[in-house]
């Protein structure tokens, strides 16, 4: 007899498979194909969730008296100075912090040396046993191709990334104006593409298109909220240890949490270098500002991002990060952050086209009297 476990099991075994044939086509076509549309799409697709974003406060405007034009006006305006303000306060001081970084890099450079050979002649002994190089001198001799490899390869990354960046500059003007255009006849597009849908499955895709874009609203929400909260939380902690740029590392890791998991492993990192390279004659002081940023990180994951994100998406973690990885190789850092999501909103798709491989729902404890 066939139970709805095993039914489970092979209908996500499928899944998977399917998965792994598609992601192979996809591969082939990336190049040639997928990756040009995709580029073009990008911006319009941003626009679209910032619509998806901004569209239920406009509801609640319309709801008391304003109407749809002058909503939209308010928020925009709104957001406009929002971006104003955070440009004139916290750009100058990125700006500076990044300047003087880049002056200090020199000595940085030579005190990461100096306690690197420190280490190396520490533990020589050990190193000889494993044939590896005893000092940095013998290190630089033994990896110096791989090293300028390395270092040629990040160069021109950032290169590319660079001009990726300005060469998408035009994305300031243009998201912006799709964005308003969006939301001025969102609740029309919506209704017209309903029309796209045969008489009597429209409730039924109007109720799922609702689920999918209040998960999707609620959880970019959130987790803009919380990037921001977070991102303060951590200047304000590097800024009480006297650690320099403290303005540019909570940048830093506001943006870096957006992306679950990975940004959280990069931000102790780079904090933690950041306090070893700029006070490397206490490296005690910067595991205790890398511990402080991990005791925050804890504190955000279990209690304020909770709160605020909610649970909104609930996708194993196994399943976020695989999301994490297509993301990411397909869209770069907005495909990381967009991916939790996207797989929620799937995952919603499928379980209501697929009821049976919801798991089974926990039945009530009864409570058990004592006999007497």
């Not at 709104?78 to 750009?91: H, R, W, Y």
């Not at 590896?132 to 040629?152: C, W």
């Not at 035009?170 to 593409?193: G, H, N």
């Amino acid at each position: 007899m066939i139970t709805n476990s095993w039914l489970r099991i092979t209908a996500w075994a499928a899944g998977l498979l399917a998965a792994a044939a598609v992601l192979n086509i996809i591969s082939v076509l990336y190049q040639p194909v997928i990756r040009p549309v995709l580029q073009i799409l990008l911006p319009f697709s941003v626009a679209v969730a910032l619509a998806l974003l901004l569209d239920p406060t406009i509801d609640r405007l319309e709801r008391r008296g304003l109407s749809r034009g002058a909503s939209v006006a308010g928020v925009s305006l709104i957001f406009l100075l929002v971006f104003a303000a955070i440009g004139i306060l916290l750009v100058p001081v990125l700006v500076s912090q990044a300047m003087e970084l880049a002056d200090n890099l020199p000595h940085y450079y030579r005190e990461a040396s100096k306690q690197v050979s420190n280490i190396v002649s520490r533990y020589s002994a050990v190193l000889e046993r494993f044939h590896a190089p005893t000092t940095l001198q013998e290190f630089y001799q033994r990896y110096s191709g791989r090293l300028q490899s390395a270092a040629s390869d990040a160069i021109g990354g950032a290169g590319r990334m660079l001009s990726g960046l300005v060469s998408k500059s035009i994305w300031l003007v243009l998201i912006p104006i799709l964005t308003i255009f969006l939301l001025i006849d969102i609740d029309r597009l919506k209704e017209k593409s309903l029309l796209l849908v045969p008489a009597k499955h429209r409730q039924r895709t109007a109720a799922l298109a609702g689920s999918v874009g209040r998960v999707f609203g609620a959880y970019i929400r959130g987790l803009i909220t919380v990037a921001v909260l977070y991102g303060a939380a951590c200047g304000v902690a590097i800024a009480a240890w006297g650690v320099p740029y403290s303005v540019m590392l909570g940048a830093a890791s506001g943006v870096l949490s957006l992306v679950p998991y990975i940004g959280t492993i990069s931000t102790i990192v780079l904090v933690g270098l950041v306090a070893l390279v700029s006070r490397p004659q206490s490296p005690l002081d910067a595991a205790l500002v890398a511990l402080t940023i991990f005791a925050i990180n804890q504190l955000f994951d279990s209690v304020t991002g909770p709160r605020i994100v909610g649970k909104a998406v609930g996708v194993h973690p196994v399943l976020a990060i695989f999301a994490l990885l297509v993301g990411g190789q397909l869209f770069g850092i907005v495909g990381m952050v967009l991916a939790v999501p996207v797989a929620a909103s799937l995952q919603i798709v499928i379980l209501e086209f697929c009821p049976e491989l919801r798991g089974p729902k926990e039945k009530p404890k009864k409570d058990k009297k004592k006999v007497r």
